[in-house]
């Protein structure tokens, strides 16, 4: 789906503070990422690595792996679609179906459905391929060894998207553990989202070889540009950010939002929040913010499963929340 996901900031114009991607706007290393593009941008004179084998024996080095098990992509997203791609060579079909078959933990992210529709696989119940996003976008919902356990033993392949690993203090949940009882497990991650840095699409796939080797099978050269590889290589050199002022700022931000009759912000693990809204479609609630208030929201109605009512918002800084939750109160009829 290429339509329809947050931080659509490129349909208005005056938007101030973005609430609608799941990662903070601003982060202390983003200027000095910056400033050594700028003194890196002559890369752009010439074809990147077909393949970014420098950046994933880097990512390998820093997480403990041999570097057959990792796999560089253009954000968590295209690992998403090479998966589909290439689920006949990872889980052929079973003896009477002509393609192999998949499953969704909904509601969740749009790309697996889409991904797995685009590549012709068939949904089912008890599908070869399963996909699972967790931490969950958009519930902020964190799922346990044991529920990660019992799908692995229900499909013939596990996809685990942690995307939001960084953006959880339940670590233990999101390990990097390869292999496990049941089906084979692949773990998706993202840099993207890892360093708060959407533009530049970065993100990775940890697997066993022989995985990895079918996945390469399915790639495009040069799909990592040179800039995104350049960052990564920097990037992984950096102390990893500290995220939990944004954790303590989401949970902050759920007791303001529950006390405005009306909405209602579930309990999340994560930083970000999966809200409803009564008397009005989040729709409603996105097009007031952002053409009246320069803020921009998740219309979260198109995740299959949610309702019309639902939005979500990723927590920013207290006085920017603080703002969100004066123009939901005193200038938004509910």
């Not at 290429?2 to 931080?7: A, L």
């Not at 983003?30 to 420098?54: F, K």
């Not at 931000?253 to 693990?269: D, F, M, S, V, Y």
């Amino acid at each position: 789906m290429i339509h329809g996901h947050g931080d659509d900031l490129y349909n208005y114009t005056g938007i101030r503070l973005n609430f609608s991607s799941n990662i903070p706007s601003c982060a202390p290393h983003l200027e000095a990422l910056e400033e050594h593009l700028r003194r890196r941008i002559s890369v752009i004179r010439s074809y990147p690595e077909p393949a970014p084998r420098s950046l994933e024996e880097k990512i390998a080095h820093s997480i403990g792996l041999n570097p057959s098990e990792v796999l560089v992509t253009s954000g968590a997203t295209e690992a998403i679609y090479l998966i589909a791609q290439a689920a006949p060579l990872l889980c052929p079909p079973r003896e009477g179906h002509r393609v192999p078959t998949y499953t969704v933990v909904h509601p969740t992210f749009s790309e697996y459905d889409s991904a797995c529709q685009m590549f012709g696989l068939e949904a089912r119940p008890d599908g070869d391929l399963c996909w699972l996003c967790n931490p969950n976008n958009p519930t902020g919902e964190v799922m346990g060894e044991g529920f990660i356990h019992d799908l692995a033993r229900c499909h013939r392949l596990l996809v685990i998207d942690q995307s939001y690993e960084d953006y959880t203090l339940k670590h233990a949940e999101t390990s990097p553990t390869l292999r496990g009882e049941g089906g084979e497990r692949i773990r998706l991650h993202s840099l993207t989202k890892k360093y708060c840095i959407p533009g530049l699409r970065l993100g990775y796939v940890t697997a066993p070889s022989p995985v990895i080797g079918q996945l390469r099978r399915c790639c495009r050269p040069w799909s990592v540009n040179a800039l995104a590889i350049e960052a990564g290589l920097w990037l992984t050199d950096q102390p990893l950010p500290d995220n939990r002022p944004w954790l303590a700022e989401a949970q902050r931000l759920r007791k303001r939002l529950n006390q405005i009759p009306g909405i209602h912000a579930r309990e999340t693990q994560t930083n970000f929040l999966l809200c409803t809204i009564e008397g009005h479609t989040a729709a409603e609630l996105k097009e007031y913010l952002a053409r009246r208030r320069g803020i921009l929201i998740r219309d979260a109605s198109n995740f299959p499963g949610l309702s019309p009512h639902h939005f979500r918002v990723a927590a920013q800084r207290p006085e920017e929340n603080d703002e969100l939750v004066d123009a939901i109160t005193v200038n938004f009829e509910l």
